[in-house]
């Protein structure tokens, strides 16, 4: 039989928490698990490292010193973020949940609560956040995309991605062999229009090959003089 902690182990979690004995204690049952845990005091603290790095898992305050939960699950959710949110809240009213369920989150446990309801949470929300049917991961000769743990796999080495990099490294593979322009990057990985001002496309596959190149001399991302790149595998 599959337990919570086994469907939870190995994950990257962000917890969003002012109060210094929850945060404690959450971070110790979520790390006893063999989860990676990172923890934010404040809703500014939380959100920047929400945008910027690759969680699987956010569990987040409501009365946060400098804002609030709600401002930050609809502000990440707005930047495309679409990592589960969990929230943790000593408030009971249903209008309190409703609202935040509103903004993004996914789930609702009250404080206080118990650890084991937490773990059961966590693992329904992870169950929930890959549907039947879709693949899992993705592989292309040496170079495997696991899409639960979000991380890149090379040579049997896990390399960390932001959600940038793992966004775009997603895109590339499920179009391997296809020349796919900056426009079409822009548009279907950061769902923007393309500003040809703007060299953030280059910057990002520059940072996904330097990670790729520490683990393979293959260049799995070919560059196309005045059409985009090309995905091709080993």
Request: glycine share 4%; charged share 30%.
């Amino acid at each position: 039989m599959t337990t919570s902690a086994d469907q939870q182990n190995g994950m990257k979690i962000l917890v969003i928490e002012d109060d210094p004995t929850v945060r404690t204690l959450v971070k110790a049952v979520l790390e006893h698990r063999g989860n990676t845990v990172s923890v934010a005091e404040t809703a500014s603290e939380g959100e920047r490292l929400a945008l910027e790095n690759n969680f699987n898992m956010i569990i987040l305050d409501l009365r946060l010193p400098d804002g609030n939960g709600y401002d930050v699950c609809e502000k990440i959710r707005e930047e495309g973020v679409t990592t589960p949110v969990l929230v943790l809240s000593a408030e009971h009213e249903t209008d309190v949940k409703i609202k935040i369920l509103n903004v993004g989150a996914d789930d609702y446990l009250t404080k206080p609560f118990n650890s084991e309801e937490l773990m059961a949470r966590l693992d329904a929300i992870a169950r929930r956040s890959v549907p039947k049917g879709v693949d899992k991961e993705l592989v292309c000769g040496q170079l495997k995309v696991d899409l639960i743990t979000r991380k890149m796999i090379i040579k049997e080495n896990e390399v960390d991605l932001t959600n940038n990099e793992f966004n775009l490294l997603v895109y590339f593979m499920r179009n391997k062999g296809k020349v796919i322009s900056q426009e079409e990057l822009a548009k279907n990985v950061w769902n923007i229009h393309f500003d040809t001002q703007t060299n953030y496309i280059n910057v990002y596959i520059s940072y996904l090959r330097k990670k790729m190149r520490e683990h393979t001399d293959y260049d799995f991302i070919e560059t196309v003089r005045k059409k985009g790149f090309v995905f091709q595998c080993e």
